[in-house]
C-alpha cells in the first residue's frame, strides 16, 4: 500500500513539473502553416506536401484551392485530419459581387472561417486614395462576406500601407475608419517589420482587430522601404532576424490572435520551418 501512494506521489509531482514547464511556455501550441511556403510542391504533388506539413505535427492551413475544386482540396485534408481556416482570394476577385459569391461558396466547401487578401495596390506608390478606395470596398465586402456566408474578412498588410498620413500611416487610416464589425485584420510580420513598423506595437495599438498572424522573421540589416517587396531569401528563422519575436509572441497572446500561421518563402524553407518550429517550442514567459 505504501509503495502504490508513493508511486502516486512520484506521479503527480513528475506531473506537476510537466505543468509547471507548459505554464511557463508563451507558445504552447501548434502553429499553423500558410501553403505558400510549400507552392512549388503543392502545385506539383500536393499530397505529398500535405503529408510533410502533417508529419510536422500542422494540422491548421491558410490556403486557397489547389490545382482541382475547393471539394477535391477539402476531401485531400479531411483525408489527413486537416482544416483550411482562413482561405486567400484575389482582391479583384472580391470587388466583384458574383465573383465575390464564389469565393465566400469556395471558403465555406472548404470549411473556412476567414477571407483572407494581401495585395491591393495597382500600381506604386500607395497613396491616400488608394487607402480612402480600400476603406470603402473592405466595409462593403465585409459585411458581405459576413450577411451571406457568417465568413470574417481580414486584410493582410504588405508594407506599403506604412507610407505617412497625418500622425500615422495609411494603414493606421484604413484600420480606423473600417467597420469592426465586418472588417479584421491579418499581421503579416516581416512586412510591417521591413518598412520600419514593429509588429508589437501594432498589436498593442490595435488589439482583437487582428485575428490572425503569419509568423515570418527578417534578415537583420536589410533597409527598410514602402514597395512592398524584397528577396524570399531574407526569410529567417524565427527568432534568428531583426524582430522582437518574444515580444511580438506576448503582445499577440493579449490582442486574442486566433489563429498563427508560418509562413517561409525562401528556397531554405524544408530545413528552417523545422527550426522556427523548435524555437516557438523553446519561447518561455
Not at 459576413?146 to 484604413?174: R, V
Not at 487582428?210 to 531569401?233: A, C, Q, W, Y
Amino acid at each position: 500500500m505504501k509503495l502504490i501512494l508513493l508511486t502516486l506521489l512520484v506521479a503527480l509531482f513528475a506531473g506537476e513539473i510537466v505543468y509547471a514547464q507548459q505554464a511557463k511556455a508563451l507558445f504552447p501550441q501548434k502553429p499553423g502553416m500558410q501553403l505558400y511556403t510549400f507552392r512549388r510542391g503543392m502545385k506539383t504533388n500536393s499530397g505529398a506536401s500535405l503529408d510533410s506539413i502533417r508529419a510536422m505535427g500542422i494540422t491548421d492551413v491558410e490556403c486557397g484551392a489547389f490545382a482541382g475544386t475547393a471539394a477535391e482540396t477539402r476531401k485531400m485534408l479531411d483525408e489527413r485530419g486537416m482544416h483550411c481556416s482562413s482561405f486567400g482570394s484575389g482582391y479583384d476577385n472580391l470587388l466583384d459581387p458574383e465573383k465575390l459569391r464564389e469565393v465566400g461558396r469556395n471558403a465555406k466547401t472548404m470549411g473556412a472561417d476567414y477571407i483572407m487578401v494581401a495585395w491591393i495596390m495597382k500600381k506604386p506608390p500607395f497613396t491616400f486614395d488608394d487607402a480612402q478606395a480600400a476603406v470603402t470596398n473592405f466595409n462593403r465586402i465585409g459585411k458581405q462576406l459576413k450577411d451571406e456566408f457568417g465568413l470574417t474578412f481580414c486584410y493582410h498588410n504588405h508594407g506599403y500601407e506604412f507610407a505617412e498620413y497625418k500622425d500615422g500611416t495609411l494603414f493606421d487610416y484604413i484600420v480606423q475608419n473600417t467597420d469592426p464589425r465586418y472588417v479584421s485584420f491579418e499581421l503579416d510580420l516581416l512586412w510591417a517589420a521591413f518598412p520600419g513598423q514593429k509588429p508589437e506595437q501594432l498589436l498593442t495599438r490595435y488589439g482583437n482587430r487582428f485575428k490572425l498572424m503569419h509568423l515570418k522573421d527578417l534578415r537583420k540589416g536589410i533597409p527598410p522601404n514602402l514597395s512592398g517587396g524584397t528577396s524570399v531569401e531574407n526569410d529567417v528563422v524565427l527568432g534568428t532576424g531583426a524582430i522582437d519575436m518574444v515580444a511580438v509572441l506576448k503582445a499577440a497572446k493579449k490582442a486574442g490572435i486566433k489563429h498563427y500561421y508560418i509562413e517561409d518563402e525562401s528556397s531554405s524553407f524544408a530545413t528552417q520551418v523545422p527550426q522556427s518550429l523548435a524555437f516557438l517550442k523553446s519561447v518561455e514567459e
